[in-house]
């Protein structure tokens, strides 16, 4: 198992970016894909983007393409999500996650992060 530690959330204004990390201990990140999930209050988890092991494979949930972009560097056994033009919908409690294959699925995923909280104010 590979154990995650989310951060980089905070309070930013709408318009303003942040860059959330999930570093990695007990195995490689390399041989994992990553992904973010999201919650907002009393909304259910959503999915918001995904990497595979290579870095060849990226998806991302229509909400938030064009403006979030999802990293890993393995060399520092972190995965990153940077968030660019971030809008008040925006706010949740933001969770990394890993598995061996790249998936969008919320239950695919068995390593979890525990969480960084983006509040996007108006």
């Known amino acids: 198992q590979v154990q995650l530690v989310d951060s980089g959330g905070g309070l930013v204004q709408a318009g303003g970016s942040l860059r959330l990390a999930c570093a990695a201990s007990?195995?490689?990140?390399?041989?994992?894909?990553v992904a973010w999930f999201r919650q907002a209050p009393g909304k259910e988890r959503e999915f918001a983007a995904a990497i595979s092991w290579s870095g060849a494979i990226i998806y991302y949930a229509d909400s938030v393409r064009g403006r979030f972009i999802i990293s890993k560097d393995n060399a520092k056994n972190t995965a990153y999500l940077q968030m660019n033009n971030l809008r008040p919908e925006d706010t949740a409690v933001y969770y990394c996650?890993?598995?061996?294959?790249?998936?969008?699925?919320?239950?695919?995923?068995?390593?979890w992060g525990q969480g960084t909280q983006v509040t996007v104010s108006s």
């Open positions: 007990g195995r490689s990140i390399s041989g994992y894909a």
């Open positions: 996650a890993a598995h061996y294959g790249i998936s969008r699925l919320e239950h695919e995923y068995d390593n």
